[in-house]
């Protein structure tokens, strides 16, 4: 069963500080990833994807992510974090069996003046 | 993109009754879901609404407890019934527009249930 880990409940970095979510995914078949951020008392927007070609996605907001087959990896990165930032970020794979999508259980980022 | 608009956004409700979510999308969307994210926790389906017929529930979840209706390719309603405390929690309404693969899922912005 195709299934995504975001082993950090969360992470703190300073403003201005480069930042890293970590994601590792499990498929049977293509990976098809997503990194979504949920706002205080808002839905979750989608950030960024990864289907096929570049390893290096760019998405919304200045974030990227890097894909890494190897790792079995979806870091999503960003090289100056903002104090608007902070939110809580969830990973996604999408199951080709079914075509639903699968959350990880989120990373709630902090960036601290 | 599509514009999701979901109401109400917040409510504290009694054991016992039931609230009716709200979920309009600015264009015909082919998809459209109902999710549960439960305090700390991530993004659970609850459901997919089908246009014209029935919804399909995910397992752990029945039409009695969250009827659900869409009449049409923009529209969708979630009932929550027989409201315990534990239903306490975010229902997000999300669409996409082609179910493939590599496409991207929308959101509303949310109903924060509180069951007192």
């Known amino acids: 069963a195709q299934s995504v880990a975001q082993p950090e409940d969360q992470v703190n970095v300073a403003e201005g500080n480069p930042l890293t979510v970590k994601c590792t995914y499990s498929?049977?078949?293509?990976?098809?990833l997503f990194w979504y951020v949920q706002y205080p008392n808002r839905g979750l927007q989608f950030l960024l994807k990864?289907?096929?070609?570049?390893?290096l996605v760019k998405g919304s907001y200045g974030f990227e992510a890097e894909f890494n087959k190897s790792q079995t990896s979806f870091h999503l990165k960003k090289p100056s974090a903002l104090v608007s930032d902070s939110a809580l970020y969830f990973c996604?794979?999408?199951?080709?069996?079914?075509?639903?999508?699968?959350f990880g259980t989120g990373t709630r980022l902090q960036v601290f003046p | 993109s599509a514009v999701i608009s979901q109401k109400p956004s917040r409510d504290i409700c009694q054991r016992g009754t039931s609230l009716t979510i709200q979920c309009q999308v600015d264009?015909?969307?082919?998809?459209m879901f109902w999710y549960r994210q439960q305090p700390g926790q991530s993004l659970t389906l609850i459901a997919t609404?089908?246009?014209?017929?029935?919804?399909?529930?995910e397992s752990g979840f029945v039409i009695d407890k969250f009827p659900i209706s869409r009449p049409n390719l923009t529209f969708s309603t979630l009932t929550v019934s027989n409201m315990s405390p534990e239903d306490s929690s975010i229902y997000l309404c999300?669409?996409?527009?082609?179910?493939?693969?590599?496409?991207?899922?929308?959101f509303g912005q949310g109903t924060r249930l509180t069951v007192v």
């Open positions: 999300s669409v996409e527009d082609v179910r493939t693969v590599n496409t991207e899922a929308f």
């Open positions: 498929v049977s078949g293509n990976p098809y």
């Open positions: 990864y289907i096929t070609g570049d390893n």
């Open positions: 996604a794979v999408r199951d080709d069996n079914t075509d639903k999508l699968i």
């Open positions: 264009s015909q969307v082919t998809m």
């Open positions: 609404a089908n246009q014209g017929s029935e919804a399909t529930y």
